[in-house]
């Protein structure tokens, strides 16, 4: 299974790469993530419960993060079992580009292979769960890196120098009109 696309991030490059590799963001945002726990140098165990078509299963697994380039890129190998459901393995390629202060474009190559019952329920359902999986996991990213990052809050828009004069008639005015009216 061969899965790219792009996506572009609310966030400067600095940021995005801080929350790729930030555990509690990526276990919130990985549909099904149960666990992500260090497992020494850029390595981490993973637990997660996933349904592809009638298969339901929970994966152990193990993600190592390897050439390293903050803040532009890494390499993620990744190794998991299902037990009888089966097992994945493969790996990413993960590259941040720049193309504004808080716009950064993050681009993925994933290359992997499934067994057990997971490769006996047909390549194209596996696909479409990957690319579900995706799209699942990039909207709930996303939602996290705004709600950590929000957007600047536009300047106050200026009152014209005459509306003070105008405020306290209109005060008066309305004054006026409550006295009529419960009067």
């Known amino acids: 299974m061969n899965l790219t696309g792009q996506q572009t991030l609310p966030v400067a490059q600095a940021e995005a790469w801080a929350a790729l590799n930030d555990i509690t963001m990526l276990q919130a945002a990985v549909p099904g ?3 992500i726990t260090p497992a020494g140098d850029n ?13 339901k ?12 380039v903050p803040p532009q890129s890494y390499r993620l190998a990744f190794d998991a079992s299902g037990g009888a459901a089966g097992h994945g393995k493969g790996q990413a390629l ?8 808080r716009q950064t474009r993050l681009t993925y190559e994933v290359t992997a292979s499934v067994g057990g019952k997971l490769a006996q329920i047909g390549s194209r359902l596996v696909d479409l769960a990957a690319q579900k999986l ?9 939602a996290g890196l705004l709600e950590r ?3 600047a809050v536009p300047a106050t828009v200026q009152v014209p120098a005459t509306a003070p004069a105008a405020t306290p008639n209109l005060l008066r005015r309305l004054r006026d009109w409550l006295r009529r009216l419960v009067g």
Request: hydrophobic share 55%; proline share 8%.
């Open 134 to 142: 995706a799209e699942d996991f990039f909207a709930r990213f996303q």
């Open 43 to 55: 390595a981490f165990d993973v637990l997660m419960a996933v349904s592809i078509g009638p298969v």
């Open 57 to 68: 299963a929970r994966f152990k697994g193990r993600l190592q993060l390897s050439d390293l």
């Open 149 to 151: 990052h929000p957007p």
């Open 94 to 101: 993960v590259a941040l580009e720049a193309l504004a202060p």
């Open 33 to 35: 993530c149960e666990a």
